[in-house]
């Protein structure tokens, strides 16, 4: 717990990165790096295949298992899908659902992240739901609205226990693996607003509690400065959490 009463979370989001041969360099150089102690919690969503591995390579630190999507099914006859139980089993702790590039490349909609976020919490693992809206919903000044809406279509219905253990991202798409990563006052508006949509939809201490990231370009240089405003509590990771001294580094900048 931080001093804003909330978890605050580094999590890497690998995307379809990295070969299962790199996982034991990059695993063995990340524990060293962070040592048993850091400042926050870390966590690194690989892709699925990566998961058993991965975990077996970590061991001995306190890196915690994510991956990057789930079926919104249970189970059963879905060929080529992965479920919420089959990922407890194997010890993942967050899944990311709604990314951006699912929304884009996979036509997923709120309704649909919204039934895999449920599968998430009956699992008993950690959502960190994406939302975030384009430049052209920027540019036309709507990007509150969208965000507004994502939240309330992929949230409806969820009780407040349930809110309190997800994790939303905060993820402009105009920021995401451009370089262009958005000003710490517009992370800090924009999380500020996730937290007041909440707080509407529950109530305060449900606000309090749920951390809210801020992804999009996020690196060593520009993690302490977007990690240091009140309602950013933590980030998620793209390009510069391929490389685990880039990783550690935006770890670190979590200290407050
Ligand atoms: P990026 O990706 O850090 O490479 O911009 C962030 C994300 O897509 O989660």
Redesign the pocket.
């Known amino acids: 717990m931080n001093p804003k009463y909330r978890k605050t979370v580094i999590a890497g ?1 690998w ?1 379809m990165n990295l070969l299962p041969s790199q996982l034991k360099d990059y695993a063995d150089a990340l524990k060293e790096l962070l040592g048993r102690e850091h400042p926050c919690e870390a966590v690194l969503c690989v892709p699925a295949l990566m998961a058993i591995p991965m975990l077996r390579y970590l061991r001995g630190s306190r890196v915690g298992l994510g991956v990057q999507d789930v079926s919104a099914e249970e189970g059963g006859a879905f060929t080529g899908e992965i479920s919420a139980a089959q990922l407890k089993d194997a010890g993942v702790k967050y899944v ?1 659902v709604g ?3 699912r929304r884009a490349y996979h036509g997923e909609t709120d309704e649909l992240i919204g039934r895999k976020l449920r599968r998430v919490l009956e699992a008993g693992m950690t959502p960190i739901l ?1 939302v975030g809206e384009t430049l052209s919903q920027r540019d036309a000044g709507a990007e509150t609205d969208v965000v507004r809406t994502q939240l309330k279509l992929a949230l409806a219905g969820l009780d407040a226990a349930a809110m309190r253990k997800t994790v939303v ?1 905060y ?1 402009p798409v105009w ?5 262009r ?1 958005a000003a710490p006052a517009q992370a800090q508006d924009m999380c500020r607003e996730i937290r007041a949509a909440i707080r509407e939809s529950y109530d305060a201490r449900t606000a309090r509690a749920v951390t809210v990231q801020y ?5 060593p240089a520009n993690a302490a400065e977007l990690l240091a405003q009140p309602d950013v509590d933590g ?7 391929l490389d685990p001294k880039k990783f550690y580094q935006i770890v670190e900048a979590a200290k407050i």
């Not at 920021?175 to 370089?179: L, V």
């Not at 980030?235 to 959490?241: E, N």
């Open positions: 989001n995307k990311i990314h951006s590039e994406c991202a993820e920021a995401i693996g451009t370089g990563t992804g999009g370009s996020m690196n980030g998620l990771i793209g390009g510069a959490s």
